[in-house]
C-alpha cells in the first residue's frame, strides 16, 4: 500500500494548499498595500484642501468654492450621523502637524468628508474627486482562485484514474483473471491503462494455452505410466523390474512436482487459518513416512496461508530431510516466529544457493532437483523466507514469518 506522503494525490494536495496559502498572501499583501496608498491619498488631499484654504483667505466666497470644486471639493453644513473617523497613520498625522494642518477625516456611505479647523470656525468639505473603491484587487484574486481550483480540478479528475489502475493490478496480482483496465480518455494515463488492458488479455490466453497444454501432457504421460506400473506388478521379481518400477516411481514424482511448480506459477493465493499439526501430518501421509521417525515440537498453532501450496512446501522439507537423514527421527520444531526442519546429515555438497534451484540435486541422491526450489517458490509467494544452516552435524531448513499465526505467540 502506498503511504499518504508517497501519494502523487497527496502531492497535489499539498502542491494546491501552498499555491493557495502563497495567493492569499499575496492578496492580503496586495490589499494592504491598496490601504497605505490610500491613506497617502488622504493625507495628500487634506494638505491639497489646507492649501487652497489658505490661498484664498481673503477672497470672495464664489472664488473660494470655484476653487475648490475645480479641485474636487465641496463645502457642506457638517458632517452626516452615519460617518465613522478614519484614523491615519502616526507618520501621516506627523507629516500634517509638521505643515500645521489641522484636520480630521470622516468617511460615510457618501465618500469622504473632511474636517478643517481654521482656528476661528470649523469647516466641512465632502471630497467629491475621490477615486472610487478599487476593485481591482479583488477581481485579480478571484480570476486567480478560480484558475487555480479548475487546474486543480482538472488534474485530479485526470489523475484519478490512476487509482482504479492500481486497484485493478492489485486485483490482477492477487490471482483475479477477470481484470478491466480499459479507459474512454484520451490522455497518457488512458492510453497505460488501455495498453495494460491489452497485455493482461495477451498474458491471459498465453496462460491459459499454457496450463491446457500441461494438463493434457500431464494427462497423455500419467497413463502410460499408470499401466505400467500395473504390469511391472504383475512381473516376476527380478533385477529389471525393480529398475522399472523407480523408474515409473521417478517419472511420477516428476510429473506432481511439475504439477506443483505450474500451480504456484498461477500466483493465486487462497489464504485460511489452518493447524500446523495438521498440515504437517497431511505431507507426511503424502510422502507415506512412518509417524515414528517424525517428531514434533510446538506445532499446535494455526497459520494463515494457502494450505495445499504451504503443504506442498512442507512436504518437500520433509522429504529432503528425510531421505539425507544418517539417523531418525527428524525434528520439526514450531515457535512463534519459525518452523524448523531438521535431521542429522552429512554436509551438502554444494552452496545452498545453488541447492534452492531448479533442477539442481546432489549426486546420486535419486532427487530430482525441484524439491527445495518448489519450497523456496511457496515461501516467497506468502512473504516468508526459507533459511538454512548446518551446525555439529545437524541441517536446519526453517521458514520465517511475521504476524501470520492466528493465535497467541509462543
Same mark, same amino acid.
Given at each position: ?43 495628500? $488631499? ?12 481673503? $477672497?470672495?466666497?464664489?472664488?473660494? =468654492? ?44 457618501? @465618500? ?45 479528475? =485526470? ?37 495494460? =488492458? ?31 506400473? +500395473? ?9 529389471? $523390474? ?10 511420477? $514424482? ?38 515414528? =521417525? ?72 535419486? @532427487? +530430482? ?30 521458514? +520465517? ?10
Amino acid at each position: 500500500m502506498i503511504s499518504r506522503r508517497h501519494s502523487v494525490f497527496f502531492k497535489l494536495h499539498a502542491f494546491f494548499f501552498l499555491a493557495l496559502v502563497v495567493l492569499i498572501l499575496l492578496f492580503l499583501s496586495a490589499l494592504g498595500e491598496q490601504e497605505r496608498q490610500k491613506f497617502h491619498l488622504l493625507a495628500h $488631499r487634506s494638505m491639497e484642501l489646507s492649501r487652497i484654504v489658505d490661498e484664498t483667505q481673503g $477672497r470672495s466666497c464664489a472664488d473660494t =468654492n470655484a476653487e475648490l470644486s475645480a479641485a474636487g471639493f465641496k463645502v457642506i453644513a457638517g458632517k452626516t450621523p452615519r460617518c465613522e473617523a478614519l484614523k491615519l497613520p502616526l507618520p501621516m498625522q506627523e507629516k500634517l502637524r509638521m505643515r500645521n494642518v489641522r484636520v480630521t477625516i470622516y468617511k460615510d456611505d457618501a @465618500g469622504v468628508i473632511y474636517e478643517l479647523d481654521q482656528g476661528h470656525c470649523t469647516m466641512f468639505y465632502r471630497d467629491t474627486a475621490e477615486g472610487k473603491t478599487y476593485y481591482f484587487v479583488w477581481f485579480l484574486f478571484v480570476a486567480l482562485l478560480g484558475g487555480l481550483v479548475s487546474m486543480y480540478l482538472l488534474l485530479w479528475s =485526470n489523475l484519478r484514474p490512476l487509482k482504479r489502475l492500481y486497484e485493478q493490478i492489485r486485483l490482477y496480482g492477487e490471482g483475479k483473471e477477470t481484470v478491466n483496465t480499459t479507459s474512454k480518455g484520451k490522455d497518457e494515463i488512458a492510453l497505460i491503462s488501455n495498453a495494460f =488492458n491489452d497485455a493482461l488479455e495477451k498474458q491471459t490466453k498465453l496462460k491459459k494455452s499454457r496450463e491446457l497444454f500441461l494438463r493434457n501432457m500431464m494427462h497423455e504421460l500419467k497413463t502410460p505410466i499408470t499401466k505400467g506400473k +500395473l504390469i511391472v506388478e504383475l512381473e516376476e521379481p527380478s533385477p529389471n $523390474r525393480n529398475l522399472l518400477g523407480k523408474l515409473f516411481d521417478r517419472l511420477e $514424482r516428476l510429473i506432481n512436482q511439475m504439477a506443483q511448480i505450474e500451480k504456484m506459477h498461477a500466483f493465486a493465493l487462497h489464504k485460511t487459518n489452518v493447524s500446523l499439526e495438521s498440515v504437517i501430518k497431511t505431507a507426511a501421509e503424502n510422502l507415506m513416512l512412518d509417524p515414528a =521417525n517424525i517428531l514434533l515440537h510446538g506445532c499446535d498453532r494455526d497459520l494463515l496461508v494457502d494450505e495445499a501450496l504451504f503443504t506442498s512446501a512442507l512436504q518437500n522439507l520433509i522429504d529432503n530431510a528425510y531421505r539425507h537423514a544418517t539417523d531418525y527421527p527428524i525434528e520439526i520444531v514450531c515457535d512463534g516466529s519459525r518452523i524448523c526442519v531438521k535431521n542429522a546429515g552429512e554436509p551438502l555438497k554444494r552452496p545452498v544457493e545453488e541447492a534452492l534451484q531448479a533442477f539442481v540435486t546432489e549426486r546420486g541422491d535419486g @532427487g +530430482l532437483g525441484l524439491g527445495l526450489y518448489i519450497a523456496q517458490s511457496v515461501c516467497e509467494m506468502h512473504r516468508f523466507k526459507l533459511s538454512y544452516r548446518y551446525e555439529e552435524g545437524i541441517h536446519r531448513f526453517c521458514i +520465517l514469518f511475521d504476524s501470520h499465526f492466528s493465535g497467541d505467540r509462543v
